[in-house]
């Protein structure tokens, strides 16, 4: 990440000034509108039971596209939900766009979105274990986005999603996540310490390409993307002890 601005930085004290989960929201929407977006989002990922209206902290959208989003159901096929849901890494709207993971039908979403006046955006997936993976997105007609751009918004977007929950802590019962094995969960909290495969098999006394395997069995039980997301889910159901 490349350095940011004193700009950001006065933005992200001003948030810890701010006393409303609705004034820090506003005022990072500020900051983002210099970027060109006019329009935001705070929610999180729905679980197998959950709604989106039930899990939306924040939003301000065009008139009539969060009640054609809400009516049409589009939160289950809604490529950025889905990326969001593999990966916690930022991106554009437009780059899922021309990613083959995502089918005519599911891109649709977005340009039907541009139709509303949201061209593009800019997303950032924040993953805790209180609340899973939430995202924080900004939309409208954006200049194009420099590295450190990206970098100043997604500080800003972490930091008002951070105030804003301290300021509005929101009980959300997340789904139970299946148990793992008493050697996954040695493997897992070995990875959690920051050993490598290799070292894990070191220290447990089998092959590298075993810890490998367990790491990656782990991944496939809690349907998550990275590593680190597999130990802040076991960290979540105590699996693995901080």
Not at 5 to 27: G, I, M, P
Not at 154 to 162: E, F, N, T, V
């Amino acid at each position: 990440m490349e350095p940011v601005t004193q700009v950001v930085l006065d933005v992200v004290e001003q948030f810890e000034k701010l006393e409303t989960s609705e004034a820090v929201w506003n005022h990072f929407l500020l900051f983002a509108k210099q970027f060109g977006f006019q329009f935001g989002a705070l929610f999180d990922l729905p679980g197998p039971h959950e709604r989106l209206e039930e899990t939306m902290v924040c939003l301000s959208g065009p008139d009539g596209w969060p009640e054609r989003y809400f009516a049409q159901g589009y939160v289950s096929r809604d490529p950025l939900v889905l990326q969001s849901a593999q990966s916690p890494d930022p991106y554009m709207w437009g780059e899922l766009l021309t990613n083959p993971a995502y089918n005519s039908g599911q891109t649709r979403i977005l340009h039907e979105a541009a139709e509303f006046g949201m061209q593009n955006g800019f997303a950032v997936p924040i993953l805790s274990m209180q609340y899973g993976m939430t995202l924080v997105t900004v939309s409208g007609s954006p200049k194009k986005l420099s590295t450190r751009d990206r970098a100043e918004l997604q500080l800003a977007a972490i930091s008002a999603h951070a105030r804003i929950r301290e300021l509005h802590p929101r009980k959300r019962r997340l789904p139970p996540l299946p148990p793992l094995s008493p050697r996954e969960r040695e493997c897992l909290a070995w990875s959690a310490a920051g050993k490598s495969d290799w070292e894990i098999g070191e220290i447990l006394s089998i092959s590298e390409r075993t810890a490998y395997a367990h790491i990656e069995n782990i991944r496939r039980k809690y349907g998550v993307a990275t590593r680190h997301q597999a130990i802040v889910f076991g960290l979540r159901s105590g699996a693995i002890y901080a």
